[in-house]
């Protein structure tokens, strides 16, 4: 896979379809990488020039010794756009990436036709808790982590119906690298858009999970409350929803962020 590499960080990128249509670039959740979009790269690609890359400190992106903040985050979406020479992009974002969207509305809005930010909140949790999740995680591995990530993820008939989806996703999250996880816990942790979302002028859907405990509908309502001209869609799933309603979640895509 192709690395782009500005030296402080190496990025894992992956590209997917033809370049002359209009680039669509996708960013991870947290303790997850590119390939959690396959559902929508498998439906998409023939229509938009995929950009896919893995958050640093995740999958195969490298992951320097933290602490990371929301800058970093989103600058290195517009240096990847860059180097690929991709000078505006539609977005879409889960948690984690909804967050660094929300950092690309407000400082780069030239960039982008219009974002989707799903599963994901102005501010998600409180900072103790994850610079505690951090440090814990330095301590111990990722192991305590993935043996509970699947309940913060995913309903619980999910996970029941699709054992071996929920598998692979907890053991690649307990391959990852520590140190890129806990670095963006405490990127998490700082990350806060409240008093800056009123400031944002580029087209934003929100995508809210109806039975996501981590980022609630109450969550994307906030957001789209302060956003001028926002819009709020929700979808039947929990909070990684492009995986748990593949579907609805590519329907929700066309309809809101293409068109």
Known sequence: MPIFDNQEIALNYATFGDNSNPALI?????????????????????????VCYD??????????????????????????????????????????????????????????????????AAKIGNEAAWVDRAQLVREQGLDPIAATAASRWFTASFIDNHPDVVKALSGALAAGSSEGYASCCEALSNADTREQLKDIRVPVTVLAGSKDPVTTV?????????????????????????????????QLLRQYLIH
Not at 26 to 50: A, C, E, K, R
Not at 98 to 107: K, P, R, Y
Request: aromatic fraction near 10%; glycine fraction near 8%; charged fraction near 10%.
């Open 55 to 120: 958050t640093r400190g995740h999958g195969n992106s490298s992951a320097p010794i933290g602490p990371y903040n929301l800058d970093q985050l989103g600058q290195d979406v517009i240096n990847l756009l860059d180097y690929l020479n991709i000078n505006k992009a539609f977005f879409c974002g889960i948690s984690m990436g909804g967050m660094t969207g929300q950092w690309l509305a407000i400082n780069h809005p030239d960039r982008f036709h219009h974002l989707m930010l799903c599963n994901t």
């Open 26 to 50: 996708f960013s991870n959740s947290l303790g997850t990488s590119y390939h959690m979009w396959q559902p929508q790269i498998d439906v998409l690609q023939n229509d938009y020039f995929i």
């Open 218 to 250: 109450a969550d994307g309502q906030y957001i789209v409350g302060h956003i001028p001209n926002a819009k709020l869609a929700t979808i039947d799933a929990s909070h990684i929803s492009n995986i748990e309603q593949p579907e609805t979640f590519n």
